[in-house]
């Protein structure tokens, strides 16, 4: 394998029932680049992204074939093919995040707080890197005086930064962003747009965006689903 390559898809196929909606689609991600996915509406951007942390598993009409290769640490994982066991740890090293914030019925603080305590990290070491997680996505001084209240009463433009604040408090290699920046306003999309070109130096990142603008400033490379 090529040293700076981090995923690798080959001759996806994916269906829904009998659908088919990705054909025999490859894909090649460097480490430390940004590589968005373009393609009109219902394609199969989004339904992609859950295939490669396999939370596509979790639509029982969903069937694939080809294969995915996560090169971790040295060693090949055969992503199509892992065991159920595995799951949440793949799902810890390649996060997805939704366009549409898969908010808990938790306070902002635990929703923040349940990535990590999966892993048995307690309260006190977490909170260090979960304020550090809500400066990066500039929520913190919105939000630092309710950190105990509910998430739910977070705004749209907030929400999207909690979870992607959360995702960020697991270090990830690969980041599965789903529009990152569909509910903030223009000065927000900004600063996050700066913020994941930061990010490559952490990680690599696959991103679905609509605005071309967007694409041309943050993106090494461009694929399109036709
Ligand atoms: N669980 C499912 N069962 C059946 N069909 C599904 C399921 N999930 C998605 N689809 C269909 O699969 C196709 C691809 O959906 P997907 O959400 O991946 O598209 P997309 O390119 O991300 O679209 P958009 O840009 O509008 O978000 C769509 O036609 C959608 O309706």
Known sequence: ????????IENLN????K?????????????????AISGPSGIGKSSLLLTVNQLIKEFENSNFSGNIIFYDEGKELDILNIQNKDLPTLRRK?????????I???SIFENMYFP???????????????IEA???????????????????LLSGGQQQRLILAR????????????????????????????????LKKECSIMMISHFKSQVLKVADFVVEIK
């Not at 809500?134 to 739910?152: C, G, M, Q, T, W």
């Not at 697991?170 to 747009?193: F, H, Q, R």
């Open 94 to 102: 390649i996060v997805y995040v939704s366009q549409h914030p898969d």
């Open 116 to 130: 990590l305590k999966i892993q048995k990290i307690n309260k006190e070491q977490a909170k260090k890197q979960i």
């Open 19 to 35: 659908r088919q909606i990705l054909k025999d689609f490859n894909l090649t991600l460097e480490k430390n680049s940004i590589l």
């Open 134 to 152: 809500l400066k990066r996505v500039f929520l913190y001084d919105e939000i630092k005086d309710r950190l105990n209240d509910s998430a739910y």
């Open 167 to 198: 995702a960020l408090v697991l270090k990830p290699k690969i980041l599965l962003l789903d529009e990152p920046t569909s509910s903030l306003n223009e000065e927000l999309a900004l600063k996050i747009e700066n913020l994941l070109i930061e």
């Open 14 to 17: 994916l269906f829904y029932d």
């Open 1 to 8: 394998m090529p040293n700076n390559t981090i995923l690798k």
């Open 104 to 106: 808990l019925p938790f």
